[in-house]
């Protein structure tokens, strides 16, 4: 299986998800933002940091960067696009998912682990895996999903919501949401449901000498259902 | 020629920073405030000359880069 990480100037969990990829079998390929052509893949990556410095709204410059039109291609034919937390808010820069991510209801930094529950298990990222709960890691200052009434009523009837911040049994309430997203969304498919986007970062779950192994069952997971 | 372009955030937008502001006013006697609402604002120089264009240039721009419809809305305040 192949896959593609994008890098844009602010990138900063690039690598990590290069480390993540390869882990667990994909071939991977950095890509350069300024690219006009991607590399034939299974699966690209828009990954976490701050590109372009958030200048204007966090994801919007890279959103209109060269290579962006080569991804917005590749998902508009079905390709697997997946965007982890910056990259999230590239994807919905782009239209490729609606809705926008705020800054945070409480206006600070969040840095740690969450659980998030898996809402909908028939697409590609979690088809086959068997847990419910996975536990995993944000580090994000704007991740407060936000869309309207008219969206969010879409987003629910196309069962578009991919996970949701809950406690460690899969409770989804008010008090388990750390940045006050809409219905504790985390993570949210196109319609078609080959796009992902999602503020928690799998690629840092991947060992446990780092904080835990949830990431390691995505990643297994994900390339089992590619293959 | 100079347009101006005025940047908010729509009404049922939660605004944590307008509200933190507005805290910070209350506390420093300022206690008439109704509600603040944080936005953006641009001064863009363009070569074109002719008031319609340029206009509807800038529109463009508001609505493809500068503002996200889904939260924002744009208005036009100054042409010189």
Request: include cysteine.
């Amino acid at each position: 299986m192949k896959s593609s990480v994008i890098t844009f100037p602010g990138s900063n969990c690039d690598r990590d998800m290069d480390v993540a990829l390869k882990k667990f079998g994909f071939k991977n390929k950095m890509v350069w933002h300024n690219d006009a052509e991607l590399p034939k893949s299974d699966l690209i990556v828009l990954p976490g940091g701050f590109s372009y410095g958030d200048y204007l709204r966090c994801g919007s410059m890279a959103s209109k960067s060269k290579i962006m039109k080569s991804v917005v291609n590749f998902a508009n034919s079905g390709g697997m696009v997946m965007g982890i937390c910056n990259g999230f808010q590239i994807l919905v820069e782009t239209g490729l998912v609606p809705g926008v991510l705020l800054r945070n209801k409480y206006l600070e930094f969040i840095c740690r682990n969450v659980f998030v529950k898996i809402n909908n298990k028939s697409n590609n990222y979690f088809n086959n895996i068997k847990n419910d709960v996975l536990e995993f890691h944000i580090a994000h200052n704007e991740g407060n999903y936000f869309c309207t009434k008219d969206q969010l009523k879409e987003i629910e009837d196309n069962e578009q919501v991919a996970i949701n911040y809950c406690d460690e049994n899969g409770r989804i309430e008010e008090q388990f949401n750390p940045n006050g997203s809409i219905k504790n969304i985390a993570g949210i498919f196109n319609i078609e449901k080959n796009v992902l986007g999602m503020m928690p970062h799998p690629e840092r779950m991947i060992d446990n000498c780092l904080s835990g192994e949830d990431g390691s069952i995505f990643f297994n997971n994900l390339i089992n259902n590619l293959k | 020629m100079k347009i101006s372009v005025v940047i908010t955030l729509k009404k049922d937008v939660l605004d944590p920073q307008g509200k933190v502001i507005h805290q910070t006013l209350d506390g420093m006697g300022f206690e008439d405030v109704n509600e603040v609402r944080q936005g953006k604002y641009f001064e863009i120089d363009t070569k074109e000359n002719d008031p319609k264009k340029a206009k509807d240039k800038v529109e463009e721009m508001c609505k493809k880069l500068l503002a996200n419809l889904v939260i924002e809305n744009y208005k036009i305040v100054d042409l010189k």
